[in-house]
T-cell receptor, first 116, second 115 residues
């Protein structure tokens, strides 16, 4: 069974500061990893994903994440945040490979609040 | 990127009525779609996995007769909340799985309020 832990439920930062949202996972098989963002009263939007290859993944809106297999982590980073980045962020994992219908396991989410 | 739509975006209904929510993948085919429920300030709770042309797989604790799922085509899945009650009020989100790499793309969600 897989599990995802987002270590911080809330992260307040000032505008233009760097931010890191932490995500750790556990799984007995290889995994695919995802970060999604959810703005109020909206669905989830894919920020970035790691399937294979380079462990540093760049996504939309200036976000990036690094897959660290030895630490079973997939932390999300942005060097300079904007007010508009205020949202809920979800880390998710699914089994790697061509397993049909693999379900996503989500973390509990991290609320990022960017203050002026 | 891939687009998934949901309709309606919000619905208010009387207790005892049924409500149908549609989920469509607009620019890709999805053999598998998922239905989630989200409570305020909580993560997503998977309700069921919908496979095109076969019966849905429900998660433990989710009543299959209460939440009817139909996945009749590669681009459309529907969730019908039957005999809705106030405790069914929630935010329902669907996702469609891209068969090429397994990425799930999410719809914008449907806010259901049962009076």
């Amino acid at each position: 069974a897989q599990s995802v832990t987002q270590l911080d439920s809330q992260v307040p930062v000032f505008e233009e500061a760097p931010v890191e949202l932490r995500c750790n996972y556990s799984s007995s098989v290889s995994v695919y990893l995802f970060w999604y963002v959810q703005y109020p009263n909206q669905g989830l939007q894919l920020l970035l994903k790691y399937l294979s290859g380079s462990t540093l993944v760049k996504g939309i809106n200036g976000f990036e994440a690094e897959f660290n297999k030895s630490q079973t982590s997939f932390h999300l980073r942005k060097p300079s945040v904007h007010i508009s980045d205020t949202a809920e962020y979800f880390c998710a994992v699914t089994e790697g490979g061509e397993t049909s219908g693999s379900r996503l396991t989500f973390g509990e989410g991290t609320q990022l609040t960017v203050n002026p | 990127g891939a687009v998934v739509s949901q309709h309606p975006s919000r619905v208010i209904c009387k207790s005892g009525t049924s409500v149908k929510i549609e989920c469509r993948s607009l620019d890709f085919q999805a053999t598998t779609m998922f239905w989630y429920r989200q409570f305020p300030k909580k993560s997503l709770m998977l309700m069921a996995t919908s496979n095109e042309g076969s019966k849905a797989t429900y998660e433990q604790g989710v009543e299959k007769d209460k939440f009817l799922i139909n996945h009749a085509s590669l681009t459309l899945s529907t969730l019908t909340v039957t005999s809705a009650h106030p405790e069914d009020s929630s935010f329902y989100i669907c996702s469609a799985r891209d068969s090429l790499d397994g990425t799930q793309y999410f719809g914008p969600g449907t806010r259901l309020l049962v009076l």
